[in-house]
């Protein structure tokens, strides 16, 4: 696809942020925790880090390679949002690239993980499983041969 305009990269910016790891954390705010860390710990394999204690809730931070997953717990109650994948716009996925993608597959179903995308070769060398989170958040996987 080609495209004949000017974009906004395309211009000279005085500043850039400069990162300090090769990574994205990402925040994910959860109703129930225990559910959540059942989900993330348990199901997916991301290791625990620890918890903090803020002034508008509770932050649990979790490892995955590189990358920091954290869960916050507000002090007040919230309402999930879940969607399908195209639905709405905003931050709608996290991506897990994982190295045993037919075998992880095999996992989730034989425990009764709902699979909202089922394993396929999304491009030749890219294959794909989306499943929810507790909360009805979309975690990605894939496996790039």
Do not use: C
Request: aromatic share 8%.
């Amino acid at each position: 696809m080609m495209y004949s305009q000017t974009f906004i990269w395309e211009r000279t910016i005085f500043m850039k942020p400069k990162a300090a790891k090769a990574s994205i954390d990402i925040g994910v705010v959860v109703q129930d925790v225990t559910k959540s860390l059942d989900f993330y710990v348990n199901t997916l394999g991301l290791v625990p880090l620890g918890e903090i204690s803020l002034p508008f809730g509770r932050l649990f931070r979790l490892s995955f390679g590189d990358s920091i997953l954290k869960l916050l717990v507000p002090t007040l109650p919230v309402v999930a949002h879940p969607s399908k994948l195209t639905e709405r716009a905003g931050f709608q996925y996290i991506t897990l690239q994982i190295l045993n993608i037919d075998e992880f597959n095999e996992h989730l179903l034989a425990n009764g993980i709902h699979v909202e995308m089922p394993l396929h070769e999304l491009l030749p060398g890219l294959k794909v499983v989306m499943i929810h989170d507790p909360d009805g958040n979309i975690v990605e996987l894939i496996e790039r041969s």
